[in-house]
């Protein structure tokens, strides 16, 4: 279901910043919005027929959220749009765009953990957040997202896998997980590592979860000799 742009993590910058989407005819839901982002969507020509833009924000760390004000900026000033945007914690969200120069009438920000839109392309889509365990300092979410006879969790960068996933991707009440994952394993570590990951998903549950956020020490090859499933990037 899902298109990705970037599958990198932060520093992994040849592989762009992990951010994927849903387009649909001439509207195009957008998840995360890294400082990578823009410029590669904008260069691929993905904007070019399109006239509605929503995009559900993680976090705001930079690889998650660093060109979300380009894309703001070119949708009302080029596109004569606003972006819609998901992101529960609606303090930080508007500290975070006003002190990038956004304002209010630039965008239209919703900040629900249970969203579900009634209208347009994507009417029926509904997604629910979750806290994530990732960094004390900000706000972190995953989400479940449903869609068109689909489902998925997504977690955004969390250190590790919800308990309660398991059992849904096992009970069939989802289709797949996509989860961050990391060659570094160490106590404290901000996102999950391939051991933990091992550690929780059943062998018979693997191929259901999309491992994203590849670091330089981590690639494709590495999570699907463990039974895992890998994103590519398909812009």
């Known amino acids: 279901m899902l298109t990705f742009i970037g599958i990198g993590s932060a520093f992994n910058t040849p592989l762009g ?6 387009k649909s005819n001439d509207e195009l839901l957008l998840i995360d919005c890294g400082s990578t982002v823009f410029k590669s969507i904008n260069e691929s020509g993905l904007l070019e027929d399109v006239r509605k833009i929503s995009v559900i924000i993680t976090h705001t760390h930079p690889d998650h959220a660093g060109s979300l004000g380009d894309l703001i ?62 960094v004390d300092v900000i706000s972190t979410f995953g ?18 896998l919800k308990a309660h996933i398991i059992p849904m991707l096992a009970n069939h009440e989802i289709d797949y997980a996509y989860q961050d994952v990391c060659s570094q394993d160490f106590d404290g570590n901000v996102h999950m590592s391939l051991r933990l990951l091992k550690e929780t998903v059943p062998e018979y549950l693997r191929s259901k979860v999309f491992c994203m956020h590849f670091d330089k020490y981590l690639n494709a090859a590495m999570v699907e000799a463990e039974g895992f499933s890998a994103v590519s990037i398909g812009l």
Request: aromatic share 20%; hydrophobic share 35%; with cysteine.
């Open 17 to 22: 910043n992990t951010s994927a989407f849903i």
């Open 73 to 134: 900026f070119y949708a009302y000033y080029i596109m004569k749009t606003q972006v819609d945007i998901y992101f529960p914690d609606r303090q930080l969200m508007e500290k975070f765009l006003s002190a990038i120069g956004c304002e209010p009438f630039h965008y239209k920000l919703s900040s629900r953990m249970y969203e579900s839109i009634e209208h347009g392309e994507f009417k029926g889509l509904s997604v629910e957040f979750i806290d994530v365990s990732h």
């Open 143 to 160: 989400f479940l997202l449903r869609y068109d006879r689909h489902s998925f969790y997504y977690s955004g960068d969390a250190n590790n």
